[in-house]
């Protein structure tokens, strides 16, 4: 599905990805973890390609992604922090996205439906609150059926009914056979839906598995011991 | 981009600040030609308007739309849309909606005052035109300065710094020039300094349609044998066209080259 | 034979194309001092027609005499003679003897009235003539270029002689005066000619007014005299590289009161020009209301509107000793607290960028620009370079109006 090689990437003297190896099969949940600054949504830019690498190249389903656009009608995307234009109803938001992406079949209207959308689709996105943009930006992230799914920092902002619901709407896509690429700072979400993380540390991969293959490399019993176990050892 | 740029236009349209500036100019129009009545006073008036203020509102709005909509465009940069497009598609969208803003604004109380029966209609087309052809010019440079720096209070320095420079700083080296080589003949440094400086170019064009030329003495008939020329107005339009196409063609460089 | 009333010892003589007389010579041939000489309406092809005695030359309903452009038309060679009612056409063009239609020789008292000249080379001319009268005449002119071009009325050497109620069009200069004095010109409209609407030259103690100078190649020049009196003129549309609604050259002693100087590139330019009144006169929409050439001493400006000029005053050079007074300036931005319709700060009529634009002429391009408007506010708030003591210290907050009625 996604195989990254060999990627490089340095803001001004910043080196941030030291040559990332990484390849991702189709199918499962899979949580790209590490501490802040540690590239991981450099490298997540880079897929989607917001960020152009120095070098290293990007392929999704076996294609390049160099100098091509149409890949991304095969990813869904949530960005980490939602801001539309103020002046745009809801309604009309969604309908841009739709007609910006030519898709046809679309599930917006289930998706409002799952997060009670209905009484702000007339309004406009300047008088949302963070929790309901955030719903909004989960509605245009899953309202279409494509085979990737990117998500950044998903569960900011959410109350825990629409967190549970959004848990939900992740393993439903699941089971159709997707692939859900997660960054989520909550650990005990990350457990509960990953099938495997990648743990970056000074831009490169650290570790990839499944969370019990952590487990049993940093001889730790639960899960966020083990992540602060990697964390205590490269610091040390 | 026709899309983007639809979306873009709509939004602004739609944004309190548009109406203020269409309110404005609409204001502008009406009290000079209802509470002056006196037509030609009020496109002088219009035209020191025009060369500007519409050159520092389109700077201002082009950064500040820029940066406001940041998030936004990270937005877009997911979806499956050229990046070019989505860059190209929000600068036109800016520079149209305040284009409007202008002519539509402007264009009103005209109409209502009668300008197509009037002989001023020519100048009060340039007028117009220049205008538009200035907002486009100054938001597409904004669009640069704002592309290129990604801290918003510099960025917004630069911004003001240009349009000060373009705006006032060129004419006092200009005229500083002019004095400084007086004992040269300086027609034809006089015409390439006002044709390098999109601001001199309409004030000049609007200032010889007015009639001043004649104020002009000397210097004015030189360039009026220029501009009055079909050469010399094809060489202007397309010296304000460069100057449209230019920084579009850099905003669509550093859109293609630029992290997210 | 002849066919005609006596009227005390005067004779009539008529003169048509089926008359016995068919020729005006013919008629004037016939005539003896105080006749009247009567044409009939018809066309009469005639040139040099030499009035030698005291007559009257009258047309009825307009008798055309065409030159077929073979030289001068009439020519006054005797004192007391009135040509009255003719459409004069075709006066011949040359480059080596100036050509009219109505000459006048050396002579007194004559009067030229009600003629209509078209076609002309030189319109009506007098030549060292005194104590006559130009009334009511209309010249139109298609002059072309200076060098084949005269001028519509042109008085050489004369003396008190009235030129009233014309209309110049077309022609080099409309009115013409050289070393003529005593002079009254009144109530003329003289438009669209190729160089001077009125143009004079060492002639003194002359009046003129009421006249309307319209779009004239380059306005009115008045050169090297004194005691001249304008009053009540209208100088207008006089746009151009090098025009003005009047030109004053070495011009002393003048009174220049309640004339309207509207949307002239100069309104008034002055050179070498003292002790001139200049008073309640309207400068409107000028490039330059008034532009200084030279000393200029003890001239003043007083009562007079200055409404919506670009620039009000410009000079080179000093302007000394010269008051300004009491006028109205549009572009005057101060304030009157204590309500006596007179501005409490002084209003300085002097431009920096004018300054500088005398100096340096191409930084004219750089008109209405935003920097030049910043110089100025700060040359104004703190002068430097403009003379600090011109100014108009009781500016009206209002402009006045002048009853030109």
């Known amino acids: 599905m996604i195989e990254v090689k060999n990627l490089y990437k340095k803001f001004g003297k910043n080196e941030v990805l030291k040559g990332i190896d990484l390849a991702i099969e189709r199918g499962g949940i899979f949580s790209v973890l590490g501490p802040n600054g540690s590239g991981k949504t450099t490298l997540i830019k880079c897929i989607l390609g917001m960020v152009l690498p120095d070098s290293g190249e990007i392929f999704i389903d076996e294609k390049p992604l160099k100098n091509n656009f149409k890949y991304r009608n095969e990813i869904d995307y949530l960005p980490q922090i939602a801001n539309f234009p103020g002046n745009l109803k809801v309604s009309e938001l969604i309908a841009m996205i739709k007609d910006l992406r030519d898709a046809k079949a679309t599930k917006d209207e289930e998706l409002i439906e799952l997060f009670k959308l209905q009484p702000f689709l007339n309004k406009k996105l300047a008088n949302l609150s963070g929790g309901t943009k955030q719903k909004v930006n989960l509605v245009l992230a899953f309202m279409f059926d494509s085979p990737l799914i990117i998500l950044d920092e998903p569960t900011s902002g959410l109350d825990p009914i629409s967190h549970l619901r959004l848990k939900n709407l992740i393993f439903s896509e699941k089971e159709k056979g997707k692939t859900i690429l997660v960054t989520s700072h909550i650990l005990s979400f990350v457990e509960e839906i990953a099938d495997e993380i990648v743990f970056i540390l000074e831009g490169k991969i650290y570790f990839k598995g499944t969370i019990p293959e952590l487990k049993s490399k940093t001889e730790q019993l639960d899960f966020e011991h083990a992540i602060a176990s990697i964390l205590s050892a490269s610091y040390a | 981009m026709l899309k983007i740029l639809k979306y873009s236009f709509y939004d602004l349209v739609r944004s309190r600040w548009s109406y203020v500036y269409f309110l404005f100019y609409l204001l502008l129009g009406v009290v000079l030609l209802f509470l002056n009545n006196d037509l030609s006073k009020a496109v002088i008036t219009l035209m020191n308007v025009i060369i500007i203020l519409v050159p520092l509102i389109g700077t201002i709005f082009g950064v500040m739309y820029y940066y406001d909509s940041r998030e936004f465009t990270e937005l877009l940069l997911a979806q499956p849309v050229k990046r070019s497009s989505i860059f190209l598609g929000q600068y036109f969208g800016v520079a149209t909606s305040l284009a409007m803003s202008l002519v539509i604004g402007l264009g009103l109380p005209f109409v209502f005052y009668g300008i197509f029966n009037s002989s001023a209609i020519w100048d009060f087309s340039l007028l117009l035109v220049t205008g538009a052809f200035l907002t486009f010019i100054f938001t597409a440079l904004a669009f640069v300065i704002a592309l290129s720096n990604e801290n918003k209070i510099k960025g917004f320095g630069y911004a003001i710094l240009l349009w000060l420079f373009m705006a006032v700083i060129y004419d006092g080296i200009f005229l500083m020039s002019l004095l400084y080589f007086e004992d040269y003949p300086l027609d034809k440094f006089s015409l390439a300094a006002t044709m390098l400086n999109p601001v001199d170019l309409s004030r000049v064009l609007i200032l010889l349609k007015l009639d001043i030329s004649a104020l002009l003495g000397y210097t004015g008939a030189v360039f009026q044998k220029f501009f009055g020329t079909n050469f010399g107005l094809i060489l202007s339009s397309a010296m304000l066209a460069v100057w449209v196409i230019v920084p579009t063609f850099f905003i669509w460089r550093i859109a293609k080259r630029k992290d997210f | ?405």
């Open chain 3, 1 to 405: 034979m002849f066919l005609g009333t006596f009227t005390g010892f005067a004779k009539t003589i008529t003169v048509c194309n089926s008359c016995p007389i068919k020729t005006i010579q013919g008629g004037i041939a016939q005539a003896s001092e105080g006749d009247t000489v009567l044409v009939k309406k018809g066309i009469y092809n005639e040139v040099n027609i030499i009035i030698d005695k005291a007559i009257t030359l009258l047309g009825e309903d307009m008798p055309t005499i065409d030159g077929e452009d073979r030289g001068e038309i009439i020519k006054i060679v005797s004192n007391n003679v009135t040509v009255d009612g003719f459409k004069i056409i075709n006066v011949g063009t040359s480059y080596t003897s100036d050509y009219a239609a109505v000459r006048v020789i050396k002579q007194d008292g004559f009067l030229i009235q009600n003629l209509e000249l078209e076609k002309l080379f030189f319109g009506i001319y007098l030549e060292k003539s005194n104590n006559g009268k130009v009334l009511n005449n209309k010249i139109r002119g298609d002059a072309v270029n200076e060098y084949n071009s005269g001028n519509g009325i042109q008085l050489w050497y004369c003396k008190g002689v009235e030129v009233r109620g014309n209309t110049v069009e077309n022609v080099r200069d409309g009115i013409y005066l050289e070393f003529s004095d005593n002079i009254i010109i009144s109530h003329n409209l003289s438009k669209n000619n190729l160089r001077y609407g009125l143009h004079f030259m060492f002639s003194n103690n002359d009046v003129y007014e009421y006249n309307i100078f319209e779009n004239n190649g380059a306005g009115v020049a008045v050169m090297f005299s004194k005691f001249i009196e304008m009053h009540y003129n209208i100088f207008k549309e006089n746009w151009g590289t090098a025009s003005f609604g009047i030109l004053l050259k070495e011009i002393n002693d003048a009174n220049i009161t309640n004339n309207v100087f509207k949307e002239n590139t100069i309104g008034i330019n002055i050179e070498g020009s003292n002790r001139i009144n200049y008073e309640n006169n309207d400068f409107t929409s000028n490039g330059y209301a008034i532009k200084v050439k030279g000393a200029c001493y003890n001239n003043q400006f007083i009562n007079n509107n200055f409404r919506y000029n670009s620039f009000d005053i410009t000079y080179n050079g000093r302007l000394n000793s010269n008051k300004f007074d009491n006028n109205y300036w549009s572009n005057y931005t101060g304030y009157d607290l204590d309500k006596n319709g007179i501005g409490d700060v002084p209003y300085r009529p002097v431009k920096l960028f004018t300054y500088i634009v005398n100096r340096t002429p191409e930084t004219i391009i750089l008109l209405r620009s935003l920097f030049i408007d910043i110089i100025d506010f700060s040359e104004k708030v703190s002068p430097v370079f403009t003379p600090d003591d011109l100014m108009d210290i009781n500016p009206r907050m209002k402009p006045i109006n002048h009853d030109r009625s």
